[in-house]
């Protein structure tokens, strides 16, 4: 199984900060690679697909960037709708797998 | 625009199965090249991908389930199905359908999840 870990596991910002937040894989996945934001008691939404594209609907200053192992998603100027937790989730094989999350709070 | 729907009992007794249904709604579930798919998310943890039934037909499981996971599709009901067999606490899980797409198989859309406990 292809591991997913994320760094940092949580951290606290304030509006307006930037924000980014690393994904690293076992093994290489090209641009196999997707970001979900989650709040509580809901379910994720797709935010970035194949590491870099943005989903329909998600604003402009969320990003992805990397390929291979490591991997960047990038709030340019954090929102107060953005505190939430983020996970990416790699689709080079099954079984698929997402990292244990990164918690973002406010500061 | 298209939505999922998961619906099953939210409580389950150890060594049964656990059931449920995810009904597409906005759109046909056999409309080519999704993966029609089962998360869970364990009380206060990460995501754990089940398993996925492609619009072909074929199934993907997670090898850590794939003994007790069946992923089947009704058509006619435009539903997909989870059914886990020989549950224990360790089931106990918000589970969600989702639509998976492309090539980077992406989760688009999700169901709003639905919580099962598995307790006598």
């Known amino acids: 199984d292809i591991q997913m870990t994320q760094s940092p596991s949580s951290l606290s910002a304030s509006v307006g900060d930037r924000v980014t937040i690393t994904c690293r894989a076992s093994q290489s996945i090209s641009t196999y690679l997707n970001w979900y934001q989650q709040k509580p008691g809901k379910a994720p939404k797709l935010l970035i697909y194949a590491a870099s594209s943005l989903q329909s609907g998600v604003p402009s200053r969320f990003s992805g960037s990397g390929s291979g192992t490591d991997f960047t998603l990038t709030i340019s100027s954090l929102q107060p709708e953005d505190f939430a937790t983020f996970y990416c989730?790699?689709?080079?094989?099954?079984?698929?797998?997402f990292g244990p999350g990164t918690k973002v709070d406010i500061k | 625009q298209v939505q999922l729907q998961e619906s099953g009992p939210g409580l389950v007794k150890p060594s049964q199965t656990l059931s449920l249904t995810c009904t597409v709604s906005?759109?046909?579930?056999?409309?080519?090249?999704?993966?029609w798919t089962w998360i869970r998310q364990h009380p206060g943890k990460g995501l754990e991908w089940i398993g996925y039934i492609y619009f072909s037909g074929s199934t993907n499981y997670n090898p850590s389930l794939k003994s007790r996971v069946t992923i089947s599709v009704d058509t006619s009901k435009n539903q997909f199905s989870l059914k886990l067999s020989s549950v224990t606490a360790a089931d106990t899980a918000v589970y969600y359908c989702?639509?998976?797409?492309?090539?980077?198989?992406?989760?688009?859309?999700w169901g709003q999840g639905t919580m099962v406990t598995v307790s006598s």
């Open positions: 989730q790699q689709s080079y094989s099954t079984p698929l797998t």
């Open positions: 989702a639509r998976g797409r492309g090539f980077s198989v992406a989760f688009d859309i």
């Open positions: 906005g759109g046909s579930i056999s409309s080519g090249g999704y993966y």
